[in-house]
């Protein structure tokens, strides 16, 4: 492939939001973590034109499912029990981008609301309401959390290839003697726990939560589809550890080495 990869981002519309302009500033972080990582980003929102949505979602080289919304309970058989501000559209537009993208089996990135979209979309479940890993309500200060890495997966390559290791040392449950930490930003009510995790994705990392843990990274089972989900928003570049422009780069570059 001697073109950038195309890759697929879908948005929320600043249309559609109580205050356009920070959601345009939102949307232009993924998009510039694309470009820096070598690729070419369409991005794709529910305004977008269903004859320029579907063009984009049929010749993408990669998808990113970025953050926004709350997921419809509905898509993973629950009533609404915390989900709040949801957008039926939005989901639409994400089912429709997901579908694209498994067919095909191109590389996926997600996001935050990504994250919990992948889950749900493999056929998992989410806590539709957690406390304290999000700003309280008007205030702008991020909050931060240890995330324990899982040593031998992808995400753990990525970040810390020396230590990545291999995964003989993993104990039940996923826990393993050789993990390693690293502080990330947090800006979300909802998440994973362990139990709702889809049966064909692996944790690849947990951040605490009261007498638990969450699972706030993770990978597709299969070894060969590059699929990766983070809770954390590595978009955001002043409360994220460099090493996380990593994902960006994978990921363009999974898309870039794709057979045609």
Known sequence: ???PPRIAVTLSDPGR????ELQRQKNGLYLRAVLRAGGDPAPLDTATPAAERDLALASMDGLLLSGGPDLDPALYGEEAAGAAMIDPERDALDVAAWRAASNRRVPVLGICRGFQAINVFMGGRLAQHL???RPRLGTADAVQHPLRVRPGS???ELLRPRDAGDHKNEHPGGHSAGSFSVMVNSSHHQGVRPG???PAL???GWSPDGNEELVEAFECADPDWFVIGVQCHPERTET???EFARLFRALVEAA???PA
Do not use: F, I, K, Q
Request: glycine fraction near 4%; avoid cysteine; proline fraction near 12%.
């Open 196 to 198: 709702t995790l889809a």
């Open 240 to 242: 994220t550890p460099p």
């Open 202 to 204: 692996v944790a690849s």
């Open 17 to 20: 939001t109580t205050e356009p």
């Open 154 to 156: 992808r995400l753990a």
């Open 1 to 3: 492939m001697t073109r």
């Open 256 to 258: 870039r080495e794709r």
């Open 131 to 133: 406390d304290g890993h």
